[in-house]
């Protein structure tokens, strides 16, 4: 019983964490996370040890597609990546010494937050527009940005993954398709270095949860890649506004759980 309720959280575990990583370039962190800690009472650090090391194959395979697809502008992003890796470590030490109840909290609120943001007000912005902005200006606010969201992403995991689709559309002006798979192609990189910082303090993960999360979470961000890049930019606001809003009051309620 104890191992089937285990693949039965690992699989809906990864399926949230796949479509949110897919659609959205969303951190597992976000879905994984909740669902260890409240349904097989995981410590919270391992449990987002778990989640960043699923985000890191499932962000890879969605980066990829998306590049083969021409929405990912690796230029840019590996700028932004610099700064987001230095400071993915910081923020993975920090959360270390804070305690478990702060952590999680602002992920769920900014999952829902932009979930509604991209149902009301889509991002529309074509290549052209995104592509007319001063190279300099870009380089400058990609590190300080890139700063502020590997602290996050170190923090609390899935706080990144939001916070660098919010700043890819609305600060930097991407298009969406191109700002998800940026966001992917940097969050590879960053939840590899936020597991490893997880595992070296916190010790190695449970073996058996980590490879299931890490298969089913492969698999639904390589599904909901491929659809998004086939998706018409309307339709894939739509699409990655309900996910959120979904995981983000899916998240809310485990949360609740969890405390209770």
Not at 59 to 68: C, E, L, Q
Not at 93 to 98: R, T
Not at 194 to 202: K, V
Request: glycine share 10%.
């Amino acid at each position: 019983m104890e191992i089937l309720m285990m693949v039965l959280v690992a699989f809906f575990a990864g399926m949230g964490a796949g479509l949110g990583t897919g659609f959205a370039g969303m951190s597992a962190a976000a879905v994984i996370s909740p669902m260890l800690i409240t349904f097989l009472g995981m410590e919270p650090y391992a449990a987002v040890g778990i989640a960043l090391s699923s985000d890191v194959l499932a962000s890879a395979v969605s980066a990829y597609t998306y590049g083969k697809n021409k929405n990912l502008d690796v230029k840019n992003g590996l700028v932004m990546m610099a700064s987001v890796l230095v400071f993915t470590v910081v923020g993975s030490y920090v959360s270390s010494l804070v305690p478990s109840q702060t952590m999680g909290g602002f992920s769920v609120f900014m999952t829902f937050l932009l979930g509604i943001k991209f149902i009301v007000r889509p991002v529309m912005t074509t290549k052209e527009t995104m592509q007319a902005v001063d190279p300099k200006k870009r380089v400058i606010q990609s590190i300080v940005c890139g700063t502020l969201i590997g602290f996050i992403c170190g923090f609390v995991g899935a706080g990144g993954g939001m916070m660098m689709l919010l700043i890819l559309t609305s600060v930097l002006g991407y298009e969406l398709k191109t700002a998800v798979g940026t966001s992917v192609f940097i969050m590879t990189f960053t939840a590899f270095t936020g597991a490893a910082s997880h595992f070296a303090i916190g010790g190695a993960p449970d073996w058996p949860v980590f490879i299931l999360c890490v298969i089913f979470t492969l698999l639904w961000a390589r599904i909901a890649a491929r659809f998004a890049n086939k998706a018409n930019p309307k339709t894939l606001n739509r699409a990655t506004g309900v996910v959120l809003v979904v995981l983000g009051v899916v998240i809310f309620a485990f949360s609740k759980l969890s405390a209770a």
